[in-house]
């Protein structure tokens, strides 16, 4: 057998697994696979500030029971569960753009600073206009959006009532999505390793596009 066949040989049997390539590079694919995936023909992200003012009831039987509250008391907030979004409105432009006004629903959780258990779940409802790649049959999605930040104060005590006004800073990510046929070079299936206790290397999460 020839020297260079012995090292086409021995490349083949290199067990490729998921990481780093090494410094002289990954050994070339073996197959070319046709996968079904969720690819993304645009995106774009904006950061957005909204104001919503908020009523609660307060006092037995209310949604916050415990304590009192004055004007200006801080009210935790948090986000309660994925931001979304829906097309209200598709204006084709040039090619397979369009633009999209968008009904963006941010859910939140308010919490009575007296009792961190008494809550209150709210949503926080604004529309948004981009211009994106969007050919028709293509899902728009707004789920990788965060809330960077929420501040909530009690603005005025009722009677049973209280105002709270919440302002929020939404980093907004807005996908276009198509589910397509791809080609891809391959090395076959993923064969997992046994478990470790010390862990290896993992790579650092993406960073967040906002900041």
Known sequence: MCPEDKEVKAKQQVVVKPGICPPEGCPPPTRTECIQVDKVYDSCYQVVSRAQSITVTTGVGGEFVTGTFTVGQLIPCALSAPISCN????????GNFATLTLAVTVPLILSNPNALTETVTTTVTFTQTVTLCDPEGATVD??????????????VVGVGTITVSCEIEVCLVVNTIYRVQLLVPSYGFCVPSPCIAAPGICLPMPPEQCY
């Open 87 to 94: 097309v209200i409105k598709r204006v084709p432009t040039t």
């Open 142 to 155: 707004c789920s990788a959006s965060t809330l960077m930040s929420c501040n909530c104060i009690v603005a």
